[in-house]
């Protein structure tokens, strides 16, 4: 299947500092998807990416499209406890989503 | 809207019983599909379907079966249950409005003794 590696697995901030999460692959992509996912909860869509070298913001979140289109960036600037959970690129490849492993995220008050 | 329902939120079976896991949207998707989570692993697609009538398998198909009789419905049925397939299932469903944004129900939480 479609191998889209995730790092860090684990990710102990103080709130207020930033957090960065990173997919790659090796082959190149035509789109990638970040979910969240909060202790005991479901996944939730925050964005798609499409276009080599795209930024998006959200806020106090910026996703980022590599210019091969082969690795993607999620940063978050100035953790707030809200932001605890763990978040997850995807790739559709043929009608088909493949997850990475995701990056749980622990904000220290 | 409610969205994704899955029902039920929490079972326990006996190896080798079979079971039905239920899961209905009301936004008229094409796309629905079927994860499963485990510790470490992320969300790997068991069964997916592009619409009514039409299904197909992902990573991790064996041992489930799915069938797509309407738009709303996707059941998913495990065959005989085994301790391997302990484990949180995820419904989603896609309008392929462009973004294929992904709507995840709640889950089902199946422990398999």
């Known amino acids: 299947g479609q191998q889209v590696m995730q790092i860090p697995q684990y990710q102990h901030v103080q709130e207020g500092e930033d957090f960065t999460t990173y997919c790659n692959s090796s082959?190149?992509?035509?789109?990638i998807q970040w979910y969240k996912q909060r202790p005991g909860g479901h996944p939730v869509f925050l964005i798609q990416?499409?276009?080599?070298?795209e930024v998006k913001k959200q806020k106090r979140l910026t996703f980022q499209f590599g210019e091969a289109k082969k690795n993607s960036s999620l940063h978050i600037t100035a953790t707030q406890t809200t932001d605890v959970g763990t978040y997850f690129c995807?790739?559709?490849?043929?009608?088909?989503?493949?997850f990475g492993t995701g990056t749980s995220l622990t904000v220290i008050p | 809207n409610a969205g994704v329902t899955q029902t039920p939120k929490f079972q326990v079976l006996k190896t080798g019983q079979s079971m039905t896991l239920q899961c209905a949207q009301d936004?008229?998707?094409?796309?629905m599909s079927w994860y499963r989570q485990d510790p470490g692993m992320g969300l790997r697609l068991i069964h997916y379907?592009?619409?009514?009538?039409?299904?197909d398998q992902g990573e991790v198909p064996n041992g489930y079966n799915v069938s797509r009789s309407t738009t709303e419905d996707f059941p998913l049925r495990l065959l005989s249950a085994a301790p391997s397939q302990t484990s949180v299932y995820f419904c989603?469903?896609?309008?392929?409005?462009?973004?294929?944004?992904?709507?995840f129900g709640p889950g089902t939480r199946l422990l398999v003794l």
């Open positions: 989603a469903s896609s309008g392929w409005d462009g973004q294929e944004t992904q709507y």
């Open positions: 082959t190149t992509l035509s789109n």
């Open positions: 990416l499409v276009k080599s070298g």
């Open positions: 995807a790739v559709l490849v043929r009608n088909q989503f493949y």
């Open positions: 936004m008229n998707h094409e796309y």
């Open positions: 379907s592009v619409g009514a009538g039409i299904t």
